[in-house]
Every structure is written in structure tokens, then in C-alpha cells.
């Protein structure tokens, strides 16, 4: 099973910073059939299903707005906000679909400084 | 827009079957698949299988020994079936639907709380 870990478990960063979150994946999530790597990110806030914001690791679902990017490849990831707002506030995960079982991190929370 | 809405018991007694049945409208739950995923009190997404329209299901093998997942195409409808629970099962259950390109989430259903008690 591929396992994936998260980095910071927790964050404080001031309205208007840059946020930046780390994942990381037991083995390489690169699919070589579309040289793309399988590796979503989901915006969680309390009483509401997880949001998705970014697949392919670096493609931004529709309707999410720009600030949000991901970038990364192989074993390595990061989600960044680039200008933090007060509605950012969430966990955050990143969630593996190269192979089954399908796995998410263990989530890291985004708060305001 | 796609929604989904998850239903069924908030309390069931250890030892006993989990049943939800997850409701997709504004759109048919043909040509997808559509999966359940849980989450524990104070803990992360743990994803527990899918299932596609036609009936193909693909199980988390950490609970395939005690999950069932179908489909109703008339209903537009896909449950979940666990048994055996214990309190490990206490958590939010998700519905959602598969992506068409890769096995990432893009419509979700509010979640619902199921406590498994003694």
C-alpha cells in the first residue's frame, strides 16, 4: 500500500502570506502511461465534504481560484495558497490514485496567524 | 450539478450491519463510479471502495472481508453494506463520485455521522 504523509501537520500563516503545504508518497505516483502523476488535494471545513482543488497534481479543478497551485513530481508535492485569505482556513489533504487502496494524508490544518 | 445525499442509521449497535444508501440527482450514475469514504472522529479519509454502474466493485482489502457496496441504476442509487461493526467504525460517511480521468473525488455528499454503540 502506498502510504502518504503530510507536512506540516499543522500551519499559521498571516492573511495575505504564502501557505505551503508538503506531501509525500511512499513510492512514485508518476503513471507512465500519461506521464502524469496521480495525486489530488481536497479542501475540508468543518460540516462540509472535502472540496477538491487540485488533480493530477498540478491541474485546478474548475472553479477554484488561482492562488491555489500544486506542483511536484515522483514522491514529492506541495500544495501552495499564494496570498492567504480568512476563507482558506481548512484541512487540507493530498490523496494518492496511482494503485488500490486508495490513500489520503493524515490532513494539515490551515489557520491564520 | 451533480448532488449527492447519503442516508440511513446514525446508531448501530456493535456486531450489527452499517447500511447507507447514497441518492445522486442532477445527474444519471451511469458511466461512473461512485465510491464510499469514511472518516473517524479526529482522524483522516480512509477510502472504502466503489463500485460502477454496471456493478464492478473494487474493495479497500483492509475492510474487504466485511463490506458491500451495490447498485440501484433505477434508483439512482449505490449502497454500502458493513457488518460486523465494532466502535472502530464510528466515523462520517462520505459518498462521492470517481472522476472519469482517475480515481480522485469530484462531488461529494455532506457526510453522515454513524456511531456504532455497545
Known amino acids: 500500500d502506498i502510504v502518504m504523509t503530510q507536512s506540516p501537520d499543522s500551519l499559521a500563516v498571516s492573511l495575505g502570506e504564502r501557505a505551503t503545504i508538503n506531501c509525500k508518497s511512499s513510492?512514485?505516483?508518476?503513471?507512465?502511461?500519461?506521464?502524469?502523476?496521480?495525486l489530488a488535494w481536497y479542501q475540508h471545513k468543518p460540516g462540509q465534504p472535502p472540496k477538491l482543488l487540485i488533480y493530477w497534481a498540478s491541474t485546478r479543478e474548475s472553479g477554484v481560484p488561482d492562488r491555489f497551485s500544486g506542483s511536484g513530481s515522483g514522491t514529492e508535492f506541495t500544495l501552495t495558497i499564494s496570498s492567504l485569505q480568512a476563507e482558506d482556513v481548512a484541512v487540507y489533504y493530498c490523496q494518492q490514485y496511482y494503485g488500490s487502496p486508495f490513500s489520503f494524508g493524515q490532513g494539515t490544518k490551515l489557520e491564520i496567524k | 450539478q451533480v448532488q449527492l445525499q447519503e442516508s440511513g442509521p446514525g446508531l448501530v449497535k456493535s456486531s450489527e450491519t452499517l447500511s447507507l444508501t447514497c441518492t445522486v440527482s442532477g445527474g444519471s450514475i451511469s458511466n461512473y463510479y461512485w465510491s464510499w469514504i469514511r472518516q473517524p472522529p479526529g482522524k483522516g479519509l480512509e477510502w472504502i471502495g466503489y463500485?460502477?454502474?454496471?456493478?464492478?466493485?473494487i474493495y479497500n482489502p483492509s475492510l474487504k472481508s466485511r463490506v458491500t457496496i451495490s447498485v440501484d441504476t433505477s434508483r439512482n442509487q449505490f449502497s454500502l453494506n458493513l457488518n460486523s461493526v465494532t466502535a472502530a467504525d464510528t466515523a462520517v460517511y462520505y459518498c462521492?463520485?470517481?472522476?472519469?480521468?482517475?480515481?480522485?473525488?469530484?462531488?461529494w455528499g455532506q457526510g453522515t455521522l454513524v456511531t456504532v454503540s455497545s
Open positions: 463500485i460502477y454502474y454496471s456493478g464492478t466493485t
Open positions: 462521492a463520485r470517481k472522476d472519469v480521468s482517475g480515481s480522485f473525488f469530484d462531488y
Open positions: 513510492q512514485s505516483v508518476l503513471y507512465s502511461s500519461n506521464n502524469k502523476n496521480c
